[in-house]
T-cell receptor, first 116, second 115 residues
């Protein structure tokens, strides 16, 4: 079974610091990759996704992620974080392109706290 | 569009009681998912439906949990009898299309506390 690992469970940064959150997956075939964000008290929202093409994907709010197939990784980055980025971030994977369904496997999440 | 709607937003009940969580997916979406989020286990997929038919319920923890989707605009997740370890946030999500690139749209969640 596929699994998704987010090794950083908690990250604390000061405003304007750069961010990189790690995500590794175990599935060996073609995958589709997602990053979701959950702001305090809110539901999950899509930040960005990758399924083909340029492995550097740009999402909303200045976030980007790079798919490195050889490393089975899809790390999330932001050059300069803001206090409003305080949230929990989830990496998710589903196998493609012949996935009969649309099941996502989520990582355990990384809680980011940005100090003003 | 109003997005995925879940009710109730908060539920407090006593052990042994029946709990029913409700979800209205985004109109036109043909996939519906139920997830459970806890501190210990993170976000887990419980069951998902395609065109109102349950496709994979392997994530349902035990027979106390059941889910139905009587029509394209409504689904329920029922716990009977409830136990304190069922306390969690339950999310419903929906998506359109069979492609594995499709985005899932999440509802606001139901925060369940079983005393």
């Amino acid at each position: 079974a596929q699994s998704v690992s987010q090794h950083n469970h908690h990250v604390i940064l000061s405003e304007a610091a750069s961010l990189e959150l790690g995500c590794n997956y175990s599935y060996g075939g073609t995958v589709n990759l997602f990053w979701y964000v959950q702001y305090p008290g809110q539901h999950l929202q899509l930040l960005l996704k990758y399924f083909s093409g340029d492995p550097l994907v740009k999402g909303i709010k200045g976030f980007e992620a790079e798919f490195i197939k050889s490393k089975f990784s899809f790390n999330l980055r932001k050059p300069s974080v803001q206090w409003s980025d305080t949230a929990e971030y989830f990496c998710a994977v589903n196998p493609g392109p012949n996935n009969a369904g649309n099941m996502l496997t989520f990582g355990g999440g990384t809680r980011l706290m940005v100090k003003p | 569009d109003a997005g995925v709607i879940q009710s109730p937003r908060h539920e407090v009940t006593e052990m042994g009681q029946e709990v029913t969580l409700r979800c209205k997916p985004i109109s036109g979406h043909d996939y519906l998912f139920w997830y459970r989020q806890t501190m210990m286990r993170g976000l887990e997929l419980l069951i998902y439906f395609n065109n109102n038919v349950p496709i994979d319920d392997s994530g349902m923890p035990e027979d106390r949990f059941s889910a139905k989707m009587p029509n394209a605009s409504f689904s329920t997740l029922k716990i009977q009898p409830s136990e304190p370890r069922d306390s969690a946030v339950y999310f419903c999500a929906s998506s359109f299309g069979a492609g594995s690139t499709e985005t899932q749209y999440f509802g606001p969640g139901t925060r369940l506390l079983v005393l």
